[in-house]
């Protein structure tokens, strides 16, 4: 008997999760327009018709049919239709074994052309709306998702590997998102020292871990903010913040507006008229 045994497949398989924050379908016109748009998540839009704008740092790159366009999470831009534009859409969250999202980081938007049989195919997963249409669909965002890690480079975050420490600290971090998680008490649960912990952290990665406990805790509230109608005392208590105040400062220190704000100014509708079919 011989057998052969992928490991890699089996770690990135394993360690790499698809989040599917909102989809839609979305026939946008004039006042699909807004600016300084900034996503705890990555925007997925698959353009069938019509045609869009972003704006990147005054650029204007159009979003036209044909396409696949990934605007990654934490991407900074402006955007605006100038008639219509019809697009499936979905908003994802492609989460690392460090509690980073795949695309976090990336500067521009990317394409891959997508051929109609293949918009057909997606939109028609899209409305059938069985359980085994929702695991393809899934399958076939995790084949996007990979198309778009290849050609921009973000594969390359897939291959970092972490000393066990950092990995069950990872572990950790996520389990849950919490307030009341710091590097001492983190040290303290992982039976090092707080400085053993903070030294190897900023050795593996490049940063601090106050700097990393805050940015996945701030991430998560803006989840929180854009995906949930939650009033801001309910994420503070989720979040392990002793009161919504305290929640509210801490977040402005860390985006410079308060959260009330940030949730007008980006829950934003993808759209005027969701198509049903």
Not at 119 to 146: C, V
Request: aromatic share 12%; with cysteine.
């Amino acid at each position: 008997m011989d057998i052969q045994k992928n490991l890699t497949l089996i770690n990135v398989a394993s360690s790499i999760r698809l989040e599917i924050v909102e989809a839609g379908y979305a026939l946008v016109d004039r006042t699909w327009c807004h600016s300084s748009v900034c996503s705890p998540y990555s925007r997925l839009y698959y353009v069938t018709g019509g045609e869009g704008s972003l704006f990147i740092d005054g650029k204007e790159k159009l979003l036209t049919p044909g396409n696949a366009y990934l605007i990654p999470t934490g991407f900074l831009y402006d955007y605006r239709c100038r008639d219509s534009m019809e697009k499936l859409y979905f908003h994802v969250n492609v989460m690392l074994p460090n509690g980073f999202d795949l695309f976090y980081g990336l500067k521009d938007l990317s394409s891959i052309p997508m051929s109609p049989e293949s918009f057909d195919q997606l939109k028609e997963l899209f409305f059938a709306g069985d359980p085994e249409s929702s695991i393809k669909l899934k399958g076939r965002l995790y084949e996007d998702t990979a198309a778009f890690a290849g050609k921009t480079g973000a594969d390359a975050k897939i291959r970092q590997t972490y000393s066990r420490l950092l990995s069950q600290m990872f572990l950790l971090t996520q389990q849950p998102v919490s307030a009341r998680n710091t590097v001492r008490s983190l040290a303290e649960r992982l039976h090092v020292s707080e400085s053993t912990l903070s030294k190897r952290f900023k050795q593996e990665t490049g940063m601090t871990a106050g700097a990393y406990l805050e940015q996945v805790l701030m991430r998560k509230a803006c989840q929180l903010l854009l995906a949930t109608d939650y009033s801001l005392s309910r994420i503070a208590e989720e979040l392990d913040f002793t009161d919504q105040f305290y929640f509210s400062r801490s977040f402005k220190h860390y985006t410079g507006v308060p959260p009330s704000v940030y949730r007008r100014t980006q829950k934003i509708n993808e759209g005027i008229s969701i198509i049903q079919e």
